[in-house]
């Protein structure tokens, strides 16, 4: 099955969280990433919230995608120490990945659109018109891990440079796809980016209403 490569903040109690996660749902070749995080004055000014928060995720994101070009791993799936996956992830996503046969940017198995969704004709799966956020749980090719790279080089210094806008960007030129009903959610619980308690479900909600076309 596909390896797994689990951005990671250096916490035990997280750690043990996402290793019970992936056991449960029978994924097995497991590598934890962590960027060294960036120094304490570190200072943006084209992100959202913490720049110092949003750029070490992004620096542990990308650390992640170059390990995986580094292992030649044909492709792979990055997730996020947080999330919880349904009880039939395994599943749905080697069907997912059986039909998409290396065709593909991006596969998000959470999240929500920024922009149009299309049912595809795969079960399961719809396809990106325009954006996507969040970066909780995706996989990529090795192609696209390669390209995508080249992309965030060109992307990073201009405005909203925070790494699900830039990666949802990437995604919605095209071949990106999403699983709808999602495979993966982040729990209500403590943000290291926002620096507060954040709860995602309400955001989700509305971004697939407002832009998912079921006709």
């Not at 542990?60 to 990055?78: G, M, R, V």
């Not at 440079?161 to 959610?185: C, N, R, S, V, W």
């Not at 403590?190 to 079921?214: E, H, T, V």
């Amino acid at each position: 099955m596909i390896p797994v490569y689990v951005v990671h903040l250096p916490n035990e109690d997280r750690k043990a969280h996402i290793s019970a996660e992936l056991a449960r749902v029978g994924f097995t070749d497991i590598t934890y990433i962590h960027a060294t995080e960036p120094v304490s004055d570190f200072s943006a000014n084209n992100m959202r919230r913490n720049p110092r928060g949003e750029f070490g995720c992004a620096l542990s994101h990308l650390k992640a995608i170059a390990t995986a070009i580094n292992d030649n791993a044909e492709e792979a799936l990055f997730v996020e120490d947080d999330v919880v996956f349904t009880d039939n992830a395994w599943l749905r996503l080697g069907n997912a990945l059986d039909q998409l046969e290396l065709v593909y940017r991006v596969l998000y198995l959470g999240g929500h659109p920024r922009g149009p969704v299309e049912p595809c004709g795969w079960i399961d799966l719809v396809e990106l018109q325009g954006g996507f956020s969040c970066a909780e749980a995706y996989c990529m090719t090795g192609h696209s891990m390669r390209e995508f790279l080249q992309f965030w080089c060109d992307r990073a210094g201009q405005k909203n440079a925070m790494i699900d806008f830039i990666l949802g960007e990437y995604a919605g030129q095209g071949k990106g796809y999403a699983f709808y009903p999602q495979l993966t959610h982040q729990p209500p619980g403590y943000s290291y980016i926002g620096q507060k308690q954040d709860d995602k479900r309400d955001l989700i909600k509305r971004g697939w209403a407002s832009n998912l076309s079921i006709k």
